[in-house]
């Protein structure tokens, strides 16, 4: 894992000064790389580019970036990983177009496949996880890439005459002629979603580049033009095309799923550092730890960290699968005060607005497993692509019930519900918990409430699903002069005319925004944080395209998400060792806001502040923030949405 930056000034420019600024921006991102750094510069182009190096494979110099091809033509700075690059290796031997290799680097696999393929083609044969620029001196052309999931990040934009591309923002801001200004609207949207969605940035005229896609620029390129990113993979199109070849045999998909999900693990742990694995004793890391056990000739690290609050701690049960698969295991516990000094790193380590509140346990655990090894396999993913969060168990039923009512009826019903304070809700649901079976036990159970409540009114199962996944079902009301931008987001679903499945839909928008720009995004940055690299075994290429020929009932049964994970993960792992019910991976804001945070937040959303910052409606924060403090309501997500947008203000605006 690796750090880049850079920038293309058109008509070319002084070497020394070019130099200077890639690598002052490289510079910001050291800890991405803390093993070696380097800089590239071609001035009469007015190329430059800077990488900073975690060392994973080939440790020696020939993996040194930046890295030239061997016929001289190529330049490229790479962050990532290309799991079958092994593969590739061995296809371009056999059509007598390798190289003399210098290493055993994917880099210099990836420049080698550009050569001879061709960039798009290469792009579309890689399996892994990256972000890369690459100069072509033939053609004088920059191009930046992103692998098809987007778990690397990539952000440009222009700032004076130099187009600036970076891994994170914080490195973009060291340019010296940064001067953008705060975007309102993307502001908005992440007060819905606690999270920007991709293009857009918290900052205006500066973009992230949209996985599985790459963009080109010129030489001659026209200062503040921004070119549109172009598609080498859709995963819209491997969905909807998937509908006409669905696996119907149990079995057969129980099998294929073990089959592929195996070799996935195998090449994703490909490593000349030490390796472990995240678990949490939940269906998907279980299963990716189990599977890495399976192929392993000595126990597998792996890392949890629990809570001393019941509802937010899986340690217990992470410890039982670890015994069971016999893994060298290692666990933290975390108190109120190991989490809140987390706090005041979130701001630089996201760099915008970010308020997945689990970026904190995220970071812990990335912490304790960098004091051990280098790279860490995570279960992420599963639940997006084999339907495991409560709206994909819940969307279908509920889109019929209430899809099938008449509109003033929702209206009413809706009207009612939001008159009921979700705290009762939870109350009763932790007071019958240990009365009922686990799989009727819904933790969180007044939140869930919240938003039966949000979604009655939906009039399309789109709509239902973005309210399922709203956090401010009206942030226009919140944010002064804002207005949401989901042009990019409805647009891709729009595109969708295929009859779907109502989980197929929601899973494929899952995919297509929260994945990328919320989960893979916080975990990149915080295990990037502390030089950790963690690797993805479920968006491998043939895993995901699997997962989109599955139907519906062998995603969802019973009541119950995951179906056909867990048939795998049980020919390792006792069912009612990891059956439980679905949780975050969070920590208990709602509690701590009231308690050990409660000056802090106080002082963020006193109503001068807000007023004299201008970015949010005080008033609207000052009622939100009453109810909560005095437990008439539940607004701890809410108010982390506003504390995270204000804590980040207080960095990167003053």
């Not at 819209?236 to 999900?261: F, H, K, P, S, Y």
């Not at 799989?439 to 239902?464: C, H, N, P, W, Y």
Request: hydrophobic residues 40%; neutral net charge; aromatic residues 8%.
């Amino acid at each position: 894992m690796c750090g880049i930056a850079g920038l293309l000034r058109p008509g070319g420019g002084e070497e020394t000064e070019l130099t200077a600024i890639a690598r002052h921006m490289t510079d910001a991102l050291a800890y991405r790389g803390p093993d070696a750094e380097g800089t590239w510069t071609r001035a009469p182009a007015g190329i430059a580019f800077g990488h900073r190096r975690l060392a994973v494979l080939d440790l020696s110099q020939a993996g040194h970036q930046p890295m030239h091809s061997d016929c001289g033509r190529f330049t490229v700075i790479f962050n990532g990983e290309i799991y079958n690059h092994l593969d590739i290796r061995s296809e371009l031997e056999a059509a007598g177009a390798a190289p003399n290799w210098r290493g055993h680097s994917d880099t210099e696999t990836l420049l080698c496949a550009v050569r001879h393929w061709g960039l798009e083609s290469a792009l579309q044969r890689f399996s892994g996880m990256f972000a890369l620029a690459l100069w072509d001196e033939r053609e004088r052309t920059l191009t930046l890439a992103r692998d098809r999931f987007g778990e690397k990040p990539l952000f440009y934009g222009w700032s004076g005459r130099d187009l600036i591309f970076a891994s994170e923002l914080k490195a973009l801001t060291t340019h010296p002629e940064w001067s953008p200004s705060l975007d309102r609207n993307a502001l908005t949207s992440f007060m819905r979603y606690a999270y920007v969605p991709a293009p857009s940035t918290i900052w205006t005229d500066v973009r992230k580049l949209p996985a599985a896609s790459y963009i080109i620029f010129t030489a001659g390129a026209v200062v503040g033009s921004l070119p549109a990113a172009k598609p080498y993979w859709s995963q819209r199109e491997t969905v909807v095309a998937a509908q006409a070849a669905r696996i119907t045999d149990e079995g057969e998909a129980v099998a294929e799923l073990q089959r592929l999900l195996s070799i996935a693990t195998k090449r994703q742990c490909l490593s000349d550092v030490p390796l472990g694995a995240f678990l949490s004793g939940g269906i998907d890391s279980s299963a990716i730890v189990a599977l890495m056990q399976a192929q392993a000739s000595q126990p597998v690290r792996t890392f949890t960290i629990g809570f001393r609050e019941d509802a937010f701690d899986e340690a217990a049960d992470a410890r039982k699968v670890a015994a069971h698969l016999g893994t060298s295991h290692t666990e933290f516990y975390v108190d109120a005060k190991t989490a809140m000094d987390v706090i005041p790193k979130l701001p630089t380590m996201y760099d915008e607005p970010f308020a997945d509140s689990s970026q904190i346990p995220t970071h812990l655990v990335s912490a304790l497993a960098r004091q051990h090894v280098t790279v860490a396999l995570s279960g992420d993913a599963g639940d997006e692509l084999f339907g495991g969060y409560n709206r994909h168990v819940w969307g279908n039923s509920l889109n019929k019930r209430f899809g099938a009512m008449p509109a003033v009826l929702r209206q009413v019903l809706g009207v009612l519900l939001r008159s009921v304070s979700p705290e009762p809700a939870g109350t009763i649901a932790r007071m019958a918990g240990p009365l009922l079976p686990a799989r009727f036990k819904i933790r969180r159970a007044g939140d869930q409430a919240a938003k039966l409540a949000r979604i009655v009114g939906s009039t399309s199962l789109d709509e239902m699903y973005r309210e399922l996944c709203s956090i401010d079902d009206d942030p226009a009301q919140t944010v002064l002069r804002g207005e949401e931008d989901r042009s990019w987001a409805d647009g891709e679903m729009n595109r969708v005319k295929a009859a779907l499945d109502p989980l197929d839909r929601m899973t494929l928008a899952d995919s297509l925004s929260y994945l990328t720009d919320d989960i893979l995004q916080k975990v990149d940055r915080a295990a990037m944080a502390v030089a950790l690299e963690t690797r993805v075994p479920f968006l491998d290429k043939d895993v995901v395209e699997f997962a989109a020929r599955i139907p519906p009932g062998m995603k969802v049964r019973s009541g119950r998400g995951k179906w056909l994970v867990r048939q795998v993960l049980y020919q390792h792992v006792p069912a009612d060792m990891v059956d439980r019910p679905k949780t975050g991976f969070g920590i208990p804001i709602d509690d701590w806001l009231r308690g050990p945070l409660r000056s802090w937040a106080s002082d963020l959303l006193s109503p001068a502040r807000l007023q004299a910052q201008g970015l949010f409606n005080a008033s609207r924060v000052a009622a939100r923030t009453a109810e909560h403090m005095s437990g008439r309501r539940n607004h701890g997500y809410w108010l982390w949405n506003v504390l995270m947008a204000q804590a980040w203000h207080d960095q990167w605006c003053a």
